[in-house]
């Protein structure tokens, strides 16, 4: 008969990541059939094809390169998905979850390593170290349910690298304790190093993010910048002497602001670590794993027991404890003790520590049985911690659907129309909508390319057809649906508003190329746009974006007095809030006292992680006011109104030329709400259907402040 054993391990390259590749494909499909969490057919597939399994693949330099960077990827999404006001409104409670996180299992595992197994001191200590230490294994898992934002997750996320941190430190302190010379001076100088490097990605990276992203908009540029950044704060980490996940998980919070959650870098990104670096790393976790031992009888067992049952028990004790403390439901406490009771790569790494140190009589602090303990644990863990997970995020789905939201798809009519025209503003303005629009809905956008009825027509329909592919692709890279249309018009307006009509839709995107140069007040508005605003009733938003959305800092909204009185005071202001929240910028409402007190009520009530202030502004007139406290890198809003509705005053008539005159090079967005009732598509003697761009009173003011030279 043939033997088969010949040809494993499998050695040559092309079969290897073959083999790598179905077992990605296939271990969700098997999984999905058991109902257990994918992860765990990951962690078990590795078993099963490593050299303590059926011995099919090798673990060579492959599972080591993209292992830890698995691992970087992990960490690093996890802080790229946090919830960044969240997590400064909880640094307190994040701080004492990760003590207790830490505290509790050291001390339960330091104990019962020297009773139960009877290690000395040192290897006690270390064993504490690393069960106090955990991995976010199971972080994936909240991301296919979508709940990267909710606090529990939050504190485990800071929680983790807080007792991540302080087992690491543990574990350099018991080397430095092994090493000639290892004092005060060890001390002084690992905090000095651990300032500069904190110090330096803190200035270093959000000013060379910035930079990047406003120069370059090529989409794999962009990705392998942020790549670079994430590998150089690892490496710079592990130069000052801790663990590289420590650099990954610092630079994805300090890039936070700048990859929005809804980006297509953002999906670039996850697809990316979800598809090939975080499969890769829990394979790779499979392969050390040795379940033969545990049939082999000895003391491998009670370790295994003993380390599983004390670090565990110490883990969720602290997650129980901690929910209890600030008062959450039971199921975040499920949560916080999923995530948090996983052991992997960084177990592995102190227990290699642990294998290299050598004591005073010349022995290794720990042994084989330790790490093979070690090692069987890990598994152990990742499927407890799996299973919780899993369960957690199921339970505090079905919690939260019980809750009253503003996003019922019910009472939302959403549906987005975006007319674009020049191939250069087109992307940002999907990139706006996208921004804007509600996740939870799921519903598609809408974009048209309108063109004249004339002899250039089939030309312009052939550009119109390639501006929509392209922009479609750009949504497509954010799983969002979009639905195109080339129409054929002899009046933009005119077709613009019918396509409204056609698509149902809710409001209007629309570019707001007139004003990029200055001009006329009279041209401020465009070809067709004032005949758009006066011929519907329904929220229409003029964007005027100067860099990419994601590198606005701030955004700053004027709003009209009475503005709560109009019918769409609520969706320009839900829009906004969204915008800022995906965008983790400040808002700042300027406005009535009166106005300003709905906008508060409704941000506290529906999103109170956006941060928002509130500066009073009693009149329209003071608008150009606000010219000297808009930079460059802000995003100015105007809520406007139509003549002849409650919020509407005679001073926005002068809007075109104060934002000519005070607001040329901003970063700008212009409002008009919803209106009540609907245009009327026949001329009559209440509403004609044809409306001048001038009033004869603007035509006056003009002439009167040319004659005067004011």
């Not at 006329?520 to 758009?532: D, E, I, K, M, V």
Request: charged letters at 15%.
């Amino acid at each position: 008969m043939m033997n088969l054993s010949q040809y494993f391990p499998i050695t040559d390259p092309t079969l290897t990541f073959l083999v790598v590749l179905l077992i990605i494909l296939s271990a969700p499909i098997i999984m999905g059939k058991l109902r257990i969490p994918h992860i765990i057919g990951m962690v078990l597939a590795g078993v099963l094809i490593g050299k303590y399994g059926l011995n099919i693949l090798e673990r060579d330099a492959s599972f080591e390169l993209f292992g830890k960077v698995g691992l970087y990827y992990i960490m690093f999404l996890a802080a790229l998905e946090m919830d960044m006001e969240g997590l400064r409104k909880n640094i307190p409670r994040m701080t004492v979850f990760g003590l207790l996180s830490f505290l509790i299992p050291f001390i339960l595992t330091y104990f019962t390593s020297i009773w139960l197994l009877h290690y000395s001191h040192e290897a006690s200590f270390l064993l504490g170290a690393l069960m106090a230490s955990n991995t976010l294994i199971a972080y994936p898992i909240v991301g296919r349910y979508g709940l990267q934002r909710k606090p529990s997750v939050t504190l485990s996320v800071g929680g983790s690298m807080l007792a991540l941190l302080l087992a690491l430190t543990c574990l350099a302190a018991l080397v430095a304790a092994h090493k000639s010379g290892g004092g005060i001076a060890f001390w002084v100088w690992f905090f000095t190093k651990f300032t500069i490097f904190t110090v330096v990605l803190l200035l270093a990276i959000p000013r060379l993010t910035r930079w990047f992203l406003r120069s370059y908009s090529d989409a794999v540029m962009q990705f392998i910048f942020v790549m670079c950044m994430l590998f150089m704060s690892a490496a710079f980490s592990e130069a000052v002497g801790l663990e590289g996940i420590v650099g990954a998980f610092l630079a994805g919070l300090i890039m936070n602001r700048y990859i929005p959650h809804v980006s297509p870098l953002m999906n670039r990104l996850e697809f990316t670590g979800n598809a090939i670096f975080i499969p890769y790393f829990l394979i790779g976790v499979g392969m050390l794993i040795n379940l033969r031992l545990l049939f082999q009888g000895g003391g491998i067992i009670w370790v295994v027991l003993a380390m599983v049952f004390f670090g565990t028990v110490g883990k969720a004790l602290a997650a129980y404890a901690a929910s209890f403390l600030f008062r959450m439901p039971l199921s975040s406490g499920h949560m916080m003790f999923g995530l948090t009771s996983a052991h992997a790569a960084g177990a592995i790494a102190i227990v290699m520590v642990g294998m290299q140190t050598e004591t005073a009589l010349g022995q290794y602090l720990i042994g084989d049985d330790v790490l093979n303990g070690v090692i069987i644990m890990i598994l152990f863990t990742c499927i407890i911690s799996t299973l919780v997970t899993e369960a957690a995020a199921q339970q505090i789905i079905i919690r939260d659907k019980d809750m009253a939201s503003e996003d019922d798809a019910q009472t939302d009519d959403e549906r987005m129309l975006i007319p674009v025209k020049y191939p250069q503003y087109a992307p940002e303005l999907i990139n706006l909508a996208i921004l804007m629009r509600n996740q939870k809905l799921n519903r598609g956008l809408v974009a048209i390319n309108v063109v004249y009825d004339d002899t250039n027509m089939r030309q312009n329909q052939e550009l119109g057809i390639q501006l929509l592919e392209q922009i479609t692709q750009q949504a497509a890279a954010t799983d969002v649906r979009m639905q195109t249309q080339v129409r054929i018009a002899a009046n933009i307006a005119n077709g613009i508003k019918h396509a409204f009509k056609e698509f149902r839709a809710s409001e209007i995107l629309i570019g707001l190329h007139g004003a990029a140069g200055g001009g006329s007040p009279a041209r401020f508005w465009g070809q067709f746009h004032q005949s758009l605003f006066n011929g519907l009733n329904r929220q229409i938003i003029m964007a005027r974006l100067r860099q990419p959305l994601n590198t606005i800092r701030r955004i700053q909204v004027a709003v009209p007095s009475k503005a709560q009185f109009e019918p769409g005071f609520y969706r320009w202001l839900e829009r906004l809030a969204r915008l800022a929240g995906n965008l983790d910028c400040r808002i700042l409402f300027h406005g009535r006292s009166d106005t300003l007190a709905f906008v508060n009520e409704y941000m506290r009530n529906r999103h109170p992680s956006v941060r928002a202030e509130y500066h009073a502004m009693p009149h329209w007139n003071e608008l150009p006011r606000l010219a000297s406290t808009i930079a460059d890198d802000h995003l100015f809003v105007v809520v406007t109104a139509r003549k002849g509705t409650v919020s509407y005053k005679t001073a926005m008539d002068r809007l075109p030329d104060e934002l000519i005159r005070f607001f040329s090079g901003t970063n700008m967005m212009i409002i008009f709400p919803d209106q009540f009732g609907d245009a009327m598509d026949e001329m009559t003697f209440a509403q004609p259907q044809h409306t001048e761009k001038d009033s004869i009173y603007g035509t006056l003011r003009k002439w009167i402040r040319k004659v005067l030279k004011i």
